[in-house]
């Protein structure tokens, strides 16, 4: 059976990173603990482009912001719901979410679930 994905993007203040690094591995562990068989959470370093929309378009990123691109690699989608239900009711979750949210405007996030289609 095919892995199944959730992809986030979104913007993160340059001077904020060290701050959402300690999250993202806080939240790393909390994901694995429920199921993930990876985690990665990846800072734009080569966002400029011509030939096609950029990232920092896309995550509508300002001046002194970057952007963040992150997934987590579940066995199925029935394993990443199962997941997720879990991962939310975490007592930690609400911990890291006082955090994230002086941080992040989760409306210029974009997240979606996504079937394997080819893994090389």
């Known amino acids: 059976m095919a892995r199944y994905i959730d992809g986030f993007v979104l913007p993160v203040p340059r001077d904020r990173l060290d701050d959402y690094k300690r999250v993202a591995e806080a939240a790393a562990g909390i994901w694995k603990k429920y199921g993930a068989t990876d985690y990665w959470e990846c800072v734009g370093d080569d966002l400029t482009t011509d030939c096609t929309r950029s990232f920092t378009d896309i995550a509508n ?16 989608r029935e394993a990443r719901d199962a997941a997720n239900e879990k991962i939310m009711a975490d007592p930690q979750m609400a911990e890291l979410g006082n955090t994230v949210n002086s941080m992040v405007d989760f409306k210029r996030m974009a997240h979606g679930g996504f079937r394997e289609l080819v893994h090389g």
């Open 61 to 76: 990123a300002a001046e002194g912001e970057t952007v963040i691109f992150a997934w987590a690699v579940f066995e199925s």
